[in-house]
Nanobody, 124 residues
Framework: HVQLVESGGGLVQAGGSLRLSCAASGRTSSTYVMAWFRQAPGKEREFVAATTWTIYSTTYAESVKGRFTISKDNAKNMVYLQMNTMKPEDTAVYFC?????????????????WGQGTQVTVSS
């Protein structure tokens, strides 16, 4: 089993930055892909970004390309999401997720481990 704990959420003004962290523990060796999803009020959960533990590979949603950066620290079992030039539409609960196979990194249904989420609010 794998446990994921997010941190770093908060309130930021439009144009500002935040960095989210995800601490992974447990059988992290069974996970290949780590991702961030987000869910705004009244909307479905959506893919934000993904990376892999062993291969340098990143994938981003079009809405965050050029503004968000996903990174990892294998030694610490940490995944980060650096969010710059933030917009009010980035307001959501952000979730860290992990899956045990490659491929389909933007498909929520393929992820089996989830954190509890951290709230990000961007004021205009």
């Amino acid at each position: 089993h794998v446990q994921l704990v997010e941190s770093g959420g908060g309130l930021v003004q439009a144009g500002g930055s935040l960095r989210l962290s995800c601490a992974a523990s447990g059988r992290t060796s069974s996970t290949y892909v780590m991702a961030w999803f987000r869910q705004a009020p009244g909307k479905e959960r959506e893919f934000v970004a993904a990376t892999t533990w062993t291969i340098y590979s990143t994938t981003y949603a079009e809405s965050v390309k050029g503004r968000f950066t996903i990174s990892k620290d294998n030694a610490k079992n940490m995944v980060y999401l650096q969010m710059n030039t933030m917009k009010p539409e980035d307001t959501a609960v952000y979730f860290c997720a992990a899956k045990t196979e490659y491929g389909f990194v933007n498909r929520m249904a393929h992820y089996i481990y989830w954190g509890q989420g951290t709230q990000v609010t961007v004021s205009s």
